[in-house]
């Protein structure tokens, strides 16, 4: 006769808080690196593909690696967004997988690796603001001081990208570049918005692939363009595109996600801080490209409005109970 005595079904012990900060922090870094690494990636093949089809490129490559990973989680979990849950995933897919990557290509074409990632990271106070007010992060008086130093920090990056960096050479940038840049920043500001609840049900690597497929699905009519560039394209070229859809597409994407699911979007947002340095880093090592002296006065000025926004208020003291005799 069978025991009646129910099997254990008693869970897993919970991750220590200190080993999930470590894997949110790890996952960070690696987002960190390989996003800086596509803003030069992007500069670098640039001239080969027009944006549309450079972004068809990149997420047909990342919607392929990531699906390896994820078909295989959904024929096991049969986990499938119902309904309204598609809404989110939508949006953000058109967003910032699809509008975002557009626009960052083609501000690409006329900015240089560093000052795009100066401009892009505008984003961090946008998502500190909409985290605050959306998600019930708080809206600390330190957030609103930072905003208006780093808005400064976005106009001075604005006007030296519109001086050449040498003598005799041409504008790094121009207005249009500028424009496109805020705007790929807004686009993924609300993104990042939108996708934290979803990752509250769905695993990272699921909800950056299910917002890849949705981005490439937009950007389908630039297939014809694909093909010819890429017939066009020297065979450094199309790595360098399959670079940008494995690694900053397809692994930073989920890295991204997954950090995500794991720390407040405000503070996660605050850490792409760490980009631009490292893009710059990059591009000066590989294509020899260095921001304007304005720019780069301007992208400190930046970084010292987020720190400013990471400043906690102070709580006023109490005043001292009299206890009566």
Request: hydrophobic content about 55%; charged content about 10%; glycine content about 10%.
């Amino acid at each position: 006769m069978a025991s009646s005595t129910p099997t254990s079904t008693t869970a897993p012990p919970p991750t220590p808080a200190s080993r999930v900060k470590a894997l949110g922090v790890t996952a960070m870094a690696i987002t960190v690196v390989l996003w800086a690494s596509a803003f030069v990636g992007i500069r670098a093949i640039g001239p080969h593909f027009s944006p549309g089809s450079l972004t068809l490129g990149r997420l047909a490559i990342a919607a392929v690696v990531l699906a390896l990973l994820v078909l295989p989680q959904l024929m096991k979990s049969r986990l499938l967004p119902r309904g309204g849950e598609w809404w989110p995933i939508l949006a953000y897919g058109v967003m910032w997988f699809g509008g975002y990557n557009v626009a960052l290509n083609a501000a690409e074409h006329v900015l240089d690796a560093g000052t795009s990632a100066l401009l892009i990271n505008v984003n961090p106070i946008l998502v500190a603001i909409m985290a605050g007010i959306f998600l019930k992060e708080g809206f600390p008086r330190w957030l609103i001081i930072g905003s208006l130093v780093a808005f400064a920090g976005v106009a001075l990056i604005a006007v030296g990208s519109a001086q050449p960096s040498a003598p005799g050479e041409s504008p790094t940038a121009d207005v249009a570049g500028v424009l496109l840049c805020l705007l790929a920043a807004v686009l993924a500001a609300v993104s990042v918005i939108i996708q934290k609840p979803v990752l509250r049900k769905f695993p990272a690597a699921q909800a950056t692939w299910f917002g890849i497929m949705v981005g490439a699905l937009c950007c389908l009519p630039f297939t014809g363009q694909l093909v010819s560039e890429v017939q066009a394209a020297p065979p450094e070229a199309t790595m360098g595109l399959v670079y940008l859809g494995i690694f900053p597409t397809a692994i930073a994407f989920t890295t991204w996600a997954y950090a995500l699911s794991l720390i407040e979007a405000g503070k996660l947002a605050a850490t792409t801080y760490l980009v631009p340095g490292t893009t710059i880093l990059i591009s000066w090592l590989l294509l020899g490209e260095i921001p304007t002296a304005l720019g780069l006065v301007g992208g400190l000025v930046c970084l010292v409005g987020v720190g400013l926004t990471r400043r906690r208020t102070r709580p006023g003291r109490k005043p001292k109970r009299k206890v009566l005799r």
